[in-house]
């Protein structure tokens, strides 16, 4: 999966970023846990595609409303398989 944040997502990614010293990724795997809690997200039950459909909105709707931006040269999808070496 590739996702492209908006210039404003990216810069609030970099402010926490900045305030915080952490990776990025690490920051949004925190900001998508606390997520998956508050909407009670089991990641071993499977999901369908409309599951999959409203994860994606609801991402959306995150970015948008929390303006997180990853920056120049900074994918999503960099930042998963960054995660999967962890």
């Known amino acids: 999966m590739n996702v492209k ?10 402010a926490v ?10 920051i ?3 900001a998508l846990e606390a997520f998956a809690q508050e909407r009670h997200v ?4 499977p ?4 599951d999959q459909q409203q994860a994606v909105r609801e991402m959306i709707e995150f970015v ?3 303006r997180v931006h990853l920056g120049p040269g ?5 930042l998963i ?3 999967h070496r962890l």
């Open 5 to 14: 944040l908006t210039p404003h997502a990216a810069e609030l990614l970099e």
């Open 17 to 26: 970023r900045a305030q915080r010293q952490e990776e990025p990724e690490l």
């Open 28 to 30: 949004l795997e925190q």
């Open 42 to 45: 089991d990641a071993e039950r």
């Open 47 to 50: 999901v369908s595609g409309d």
């Open 64 to 66: 948008k409303q929390n």
């Open 74 to 78: 900074i994918s999503v999808r960099d």
């Open 81 to 83: 398989h960054e995660g």
